[in-house]
């Protein structure tokens, strides 16, 4: 098993910056891919980005240029770095973790999740 803890949400006006973790404790050594998603009121859970293990980070056009995914695997931590936010980018964001290889753009390709944090940007 795998348990996921995220942290670092928090309410922010447009405009500003806000850095995402996730960490990681348990049967952590054959996750392959870490990811980011994020679910708004009333609508569906989407991919925001993902970073495979000694890979680069692959993102939402909706985020490309604003957010940077980086992980640290010594620390088995994720992080989100979330520039330039818009109030649209408000949502609870869940971080989950794929073991093995594979697609990991759907939330069905995540063995495990965290409980989310919320971000909420204000105008």
């Known amino acids: 098993q795998v348990q996921l803890v995220e942290s670092g949400g928090g309410l922010v006006q447009a405009g500003d910056s806000l850095r995402l973790s996730c960490a990681a404790s348990?049967?952590?050594?054959?996750?392959?891919?870490m990811g980011w998603f994020r679910q708004a009121p009333g609508k569906e859970r989407e991919f925001v980005a993902h970073v495979k293990s000694g890979g680069n980070g692959y993102y939402a056009d909706f985020v490309k240029g604003r957010f940077a995914i980086s992980r640290d695997n010594a620390r088995n931590t994720v992080y989100l770095q979330m520039n330039s936010l818009k109030s649209e980018d408000t949502a609870v964001y869940y971080c989950?973790?794929?073991?093995?290889?594979?697609?990991?753009?759907?939330?069905?390709?995540?063995?495990?999740w965290g409980q989310g944090t919320q971000v909420t940007v204000s105008s």
């Open positions: 989950a973790a794929k073991i093995g290889y594979g697609l990991a753009l759907q939330a069905h390709d995540y063995n495990y």
């Open positions: 348990g049967r952590t050594f054959n996750i392959y891919t």
